[in-house]
């Protein structure tokens, strides 16, 4: 129950840095200018070591095919911190 509960918290979580990351790339490039489709799809699969791995998968409008981001974690905690350094280090726009 408590794994179900902290792995609710942790899509929510994706889901609010996802939200900031967009909303700073529309209002730094304007509307409509998303580089990857949201929502994303979740999953939660079996290692090869019979390890649990949450999945948060992003695809993104850049190319023909779409590129599809795999982020991984171990943990349903882990998780939203592994996806905000993976997008605002590839899609957030410029500081100035």
């Known amino acids: ?3 179900s ?3 609710d ?3 929510k979580r994706v889901l609010e840095i ?3 990351i967009l909303l700073k790339i529309e209002w730094h490039y304007g509307d409509n200018r998303a580089p990857f489709r949201f929502p994303p799809n979740f999953g939660v699969n079996t290692g090869p070591d ?3 791995i949450y999945q948060c998968v992003i ?3 850049l ?3 779409e590129e599809r981001i795999i982020l991984s974690a171990g943990s349903p905690e882990s998780l939203p911190d592994i996806v905000r350094m993976s997008i605002s280090e590839r ?3 410029p500081m100035e």
Do not use: I
């Open 1 to 3: 129950m408590n794994e």
């Open 5 to 7: 509960k902290n792995w």
């Open 9 to 11: 918290e942790a899509r």
């Open 18 to 20: 996802l939200t900031e």
């Open 50 to 52: 019979g390890s649990t």
């Open 59 to 61: 695809e993104t409008d």
């Open 63 to 65: 190319g023909e095919p």
């Open 91 to 93: 899609f957030s726009p």
